[in-house]
């Protein structure tokens, strides 16, 4: 006590860093949501980016929800080696086995996702969102969005359930739900620092809203589309410490969370 009594610094920084702290573990207090997660292989670029999954499911495991993961059982656009950067020369693999890698074998084939076992959806991001979950990585704003990733946004969407949705991933939404409002970050490449900001180009074409956000400030790191229910964070759109992308992955989360009423 004596500590704090003659340090009024020592103790405004504890308290801070315990207000911090109640924060960032506040959504430990919700409970029993149901969220199916949508994963499109397994490595940033030829499937879901792994750090972004896992810090989905870390998230939505801290906030009690009861968490189902599903994949489209189709062929990968192609396959890349991740040492190299560089595609491998006849190699097939099927994204439903691939994303079981991240599920750990529990995985579920996308086509049985239904909306009403559900009380939210979360679409990590990754290449594989643009060329596994749709065509955008090669047809931009004239991508086609695979059959049952369409059916599941429209689903969710009609039935109001809410949408999250990270990194390239927003691009689905745009395509399949008119006027929605999204962020992929920046709308400038800004030296290197958001190297896919072209991306927000593409957005607005397709007639969707893109709203600018940071990775690296924690109440702009996320943004709420309340009239759809869509909850979208930048992550690896930008090139910033993983801690940050991991932080606003969560509130992302939280958000989607708090949408769902549970």
Known sequence: MSLYRHSPYLCTCLLLRYTAAAQFHATSNCSGAKVAVVLSGCGVYDGTEIHEASAILVHLSRGGAEVQMFAPDVSQMHVIDHGKGQPVENESRNVLSESARIARGSITDLA?????????????????????????????????VNKEVERVLKDFHDAGKPIGLCCISPVLAAKVLPGVDVTVGHEEEEGGKWPYAGTTQAITALGAKHTVKEVTISYLNTHVDKKNKVVTTPAFMCETKLHLIFDGIGAMVRDVLKLSGK
């Open 112 to 144: 049985k996702l239904n909306v009403s076992n559900h009380d939210a959806v979360i679409f990590p991001g990754g290449f594989g969102a643009a060329k596994n979950l749709s065509t955008f990585a090669i047809d931009g704003k004239d991508c086609k």
